[in-house]
Antibody, heavy 118, light 107 residues
Framework: EVQVVESGGGLVQPGGSLRLSCAAS????????MNWVRQAPGKGLEWVSY????????YYADSVKGRFTISRDNAKNSLYLQMNSLRAEDTAVYYC???????????WGKGTTVTVSS | EIVLTQSPATLSLSPGERATLSCRAS??????LAWYQQKPGQAPRLLIY???NRATGIPARFSGSGSGTDFTLTISSLEPEDFAVYYC?????????FGQGTKLESK
C-alpha cells in the first residue's frame, strides 16, 4: 500500500523548535518530489515547502523561509521538516504529501498537529 | 502570488443533484490547476489535475473543466460520500496556492 505517515508534532512554546518526520512506504521514495502542506485550525490549506527527489532543490513559503528546513533521507525513505523560531501562527496540522510534477499532491498522510503556545 | 477565489463558499444540495463549483484565478494559470476533496478529520484527496484529468481511482461523476482563469469542478450526481470541502490549487506560478475552499453540504 502506498502511504506516508507523519510524526513529531506536539505542543511547543513560542520561539521553540520541533522536527517533523514523514515515513514513506509502498513506492520508490527516491523517485518522487515531496511537499509539506499545513492547515491551521478551521482554515484552508497552505503550501509550506518542497524538496526535489534528490534533495538538491528546496523551496519555502515566505511565511517560513529562514525558520524551517526541509530535508530527506532516501536510504531511510524519510522526509523531515525542521521548524525553528516557532510562532503562534505556525499552529496547524502538517501534512506530508507526495508530489507529481512538483506541486500536484497525490498521496497525503493523516497529518501531525503542531501547537505553538505558552 | 496568484490568488484563487472559489465560489460559492457553501453549496447546499441533495443526493442525486448536480454540483458545480467554481475557481477563478487572479491571473492565467493555463491548465495547471488541481482539485482536492477533504472530509472532516481527514487529509485532502487529489481528484483532478491539469484542470480536467481525473486522478487514479476517482469516479467518473467527478469532472473538471476550464483554462486560463476560470475553472469548474462538476459532480454529475451527488453521492452521500461527496459532501465535503473542495479546494482548487494552482501550480503554474510559484508559490503554489490554494483557494479558500467550497463546502458542499447536504440539504
Amino acid at each position: 500500500e502506498v502511504q506516508v505517515v507523519e510524526s513529531g508534532g506536539g505542543l511547543v512554546q513560542p520561539g521553540g523548535s520541533l522536527r517533523l518526520s514523514c515515513a514513506a512506504s509502498g513506492f520508490t521514495f527516491s523517485s518522487y518530489e515531496m511537499n509539506w502542506v499545513r492547515q491551521a485550525p478551521g482554515k484552508g490549506l497552505e503550501w509550506v515547502s518542497y524538496i526535489s527527489s534528490s534533495g538538491s532543490t528546496k523551496y519555502y513559503a515566505d511565511s517560513v523561509k529562514g525558520r524551517f528546513t526541509i530535508s530527506r533521507d532516501n536510504a531511510k525513505n524519510s522526509l523531515y521538516l525542521q521548524m525553528n523560531s516557532l510562532r503562534a501562527e505556525d499552529t496547524a496540522v502538517y501534512y506530508c504529501a507526495r508530489a507529481q510534477r512538483a506541486y500536484y499532491m497525490d498521496v497525503w498522510g493523516k497529518g501531525t498537529t503542531v501547537t505553538v503556545s505558552s | 502570488e496568484i490568488v484563487l477565489t472559489q465560489s460559492p463558499a457553501t453549496l447546499s444540495l441533495s443526493p442525486g443533484e448536480r454540483a458545480t463549483l467554481s475557481c477563478r484565478a487572479s491571473q492565467s494559470v493555463s491548465s495547471s490547476l488541481a482539485w482536492y476533496q477533504q472530509k472532516p478529520g481527514q487529509a485532502p484527496r487529489l481528484l483532478i489535475y491539469d484542470a480536467s484529468n481525473r486522478a487514479t481511482g476517482i469516479p467518473a461523476r467527478f469532472s473538471g473543466s476550464g483554462s486560463g482563469t476560470d475553472f469548474t469542478l462538476t459532480i454529475s450526481s451527488l453521492e452521500p460520500e461527496d459532501f465535503a470541502v473542495y479546494y482548487c490549487q494552482q501550480r503554474s506560478n510559484w508559490p503554489p496556492t490554494f483557494g479558500q475552499g467550497t463546502k458542499l453540504e447536504s440539504k
